[in-house]
């Protein structure tokens, strides 16, 4: 195997370090509004996308950035708080549907009122239009298997 060279050792701290703060940021400020942690917005956003608003806890685990194991027990915890709901799957009985609620899509519209402002805060306002779709372009790249 290569080793990595300067330049490509120095992207991936940069990368990670980047990532770490921003989300930080975005934590603080959804913290500081009262609201639950980003997880939480990223469950109901993608549930609310489906067309019948509900999903497998495996779509779900897909469609996140954390393992189900913790998948788990965030949805217990927001199904505790009324915003979504388990639902048994027809015919089989190991497998269940998440659906959100009411309260579970009012949640993430609130919290869009301040998680879309972070993002154009720690992101949007320090990026041209240009260099936001060219890092975005290139953090697309990065997230495709290699081509032999």
Request: proline share 5%; with cysteine.
């Amino acid at each position: 195997m290569q080793e990595p060279s300067d330049a490509v050792t120095d992207a991936w701290v940069c990368l990670v370090r980047a990532e770490r703060e921003v989300v930080g940021q975005i934590e603080a400020e959804l913290k500081g509004a009262g609201f639950p942690c980003l997880s939480w917005y990223d469950v109901l956003r993608h549930l609310k996308r489906q067309p019948d608003g509900r999903s497998s806890p495996k779509e779900i685990e897909d469609a996140v950035l954390f393992e189900q194991y913790n998948l788990s027990r965030l949805l217990d915890r927001m199904e505790t708080d009324g915003l979504v709901r388990r639902i048994p799957y027809p015919g089989d009985k190991r497998r269940q549907w998440v659906e959100i609620t009411d309260a579970g899509r009012a949640l993430q519209r609130r919290m869009w009122g301040v998680y879309g402002p972070a993002i154009n805060r720690f992101v949007g306002c320090k990026l041209t239009a240009a260099e936001a779709e060219q890092l975005a372009s290139l953090l697309l790249k990065l997230m495709q298997p290699k081509k032999d």
